[in-house]
């Protein structure tokens, strides 16, 4: 006979038992399909919203704002930029589908012990200049901080309250991070992908997605880097090629809308 004071036990209601003092059930609800097709390369794609998610990787202001730390020392962040209309766009139609969005934020210790000495000679080769953790001339703001104003999302594309909040310390977002265990008790498989810079941090979570066995979708016009343009292109061959599906948000909102 089944106790009928059975108490849902988990943190996501997609990943929940049932429990009593006399009672476990380990059965999960089931979710009800919402299948969605778009134009996508190098195939159409049907893909289950009720088992998606979208991961936004790095649309922080240090990488973003003009007075974050890559305009800082003198990089163009005009094309990291360039996604901020159609996430702008196309956010709200996914989270009124109750998609899970996600921002992976690069987001350090303040007292950079989660940082291996091969990682911050990337940023600061010579051992001198502004690098990881290090104050920014002028404002003060620590470099890529996880709480500060540098590794916060910028403020076109301000999260929700129920959004989900990752920080990341290496270019993927799912090396030494809580991503995948969130994802698993998401109950997601298909992945959609955003962000900066594609040929970097969004593409090397998005590779290790796919060795993980997430179905990836990157969309394009939601993606940019400030590397040279042949490493966008290779970016996009890429995925095609060996990793997943690449379209554009308009195919989505199309979908979501018909």
């Known amino acids: 006979m089944t106790d009928a004071t059975l108490i849902p036990l ?5 990943n ?15 979710l009800a399909e919402r299948p969605l097709t778009i134009a996508a390369a190098p ?16 649309m922080q202001n240090d990488f973003c704002h003009p007075q974050g730390w890559l305009g800082h020392i003198g990089v163009d ?3 990291a930029r360039t996604p901020i209309p159609h996430l702008a766009k196309l956010l709200p139609h996914l989270r009124a589908q109750n998609v899970p969005v996600l921002w992976l934020n690069w987001g350090n210790r303040p007292d950079r012990l989660n940082l291996p000495p091969k990682l911050l000679h990337v940023y600061k080769p010579s051992g001198t200049g ?25 403020d076109e594309l ?8 990752v920080a990341k310390f290496r270019m993927s977002g799912f090396w030494d991070t809580e991503l995948d265990s ?14 900066v810079n594609v040929d970097q941090c969004v593409l090397g979570t998005l590779l290790d997605a796919s060795c993980l066995g997430y179905d990836c979708i990157l969309l394009e016009d ?15 061959y890429n995925v095609k090629q060996c990793f997943g599906f690449v379209a554009q948000s308009s195919a989505f909102l199309d979908g979501m809308a018909g």
């Open 222 to 236: 939601c993606s940019a880097t400030t590397s040279p343009s042949y490493c966008f292109d290779a970016t996009i």
């Open 10 to 14: 988990g943190s996501s209601p997609r």
């Open 43 to 58: 195939q159409r794609v049907t893909l289950d919203l009720a088992r998606t998610a979208i991961i936004i990787v790095d």
């Open 16 to 30: 929940q038992w049932l429990v009593s003092a006399t009672e476990v059930d380990l059965r999960r609800a089931p």
């Open 182 to 195: 969130i994802l698993r008790n998401l109950g997601v498989t298909t992945l959609l992908f955003a962000g």
């Open 77 to 79: 962040v005009t094309p």
């Open 130 to 154: 502004t690098g990881l953790g290090d104050p920014l001339p002028g404002s003060g703001a620590h470099v890529l901080e996880d709480g500060s104003w540098s590794a916060a999302v910028v």
């Open 158 to 165: 301000a999260p929700e309250p129920g959004d989900i909040h």
